[in-house]
Nanobody
Framework: QLQLVESGGASVQAGGSLRLSCAASRATDSTGSGYSWAWFRQAPGKEREGVALIANSGWISYADSAKGRFTVSQDAAKNTLYLQMNSLKVEDTAMYYC?????????????????WGQGTQVTVSS
């Protein structure tokens, strides 16, 4: 069973940078199928929203709020997903989650992902 563990969250000032990591316990499921990976975030009182996605083909997409500031990447050898966040804004404050689903997937919607990490808190102050 796939397990995901996020790290790297912290409190930073606006304009700063953070790199989040998500360590996965495996790269494929029991049938050998790869995963598509994503980052989501949820601020208090708000719905969980997608931030970035890497499909198992390597195709990448970003939410509009992340374009130009955030970069998603993965290190296949380490089974680790990253989210580099630059030019952070107060409105980026949220709990950040990584998520996975088996197979090729292009839609950044929380309901489509079946495995989640416990989250890592990012707080951006002015």
């Amino acid at each position: 069973q796939l397990q995901l563990v996020e790290s790297g969250g912290a409190s930073v000032q606006a304009g700063g940078s953070l790199r989040l990591s998500c360590a996965a316990s495996r790269a494929t499921d029991s049938t050998g199928s790869g995963y598509s990976w994503a980052w989501f975030r949820q601020a208090p009182g708000k719905e969980r929203e997608g931030v970035a996605l890497i499909a198992n083909s390597g195709w990448i997409s970003y939410a509009d709020s992340a374009k130009g500031r955030f970069t998603v990447s993965q290190d296949a050898a380490k089974n680790t997903l990253y989210l580099q966040m630059n030019s952070l804004k107060v409105e980026d404050t949220a709990m950040y989650y990584c998520a996975a689903r088996v197979g090729y997937w292009l839609r950044l919607r929380a309901d489509d992902f079946h495995t989640w990490g416990q989250g890592t808190q990012v707080t951006v102050s002015s």
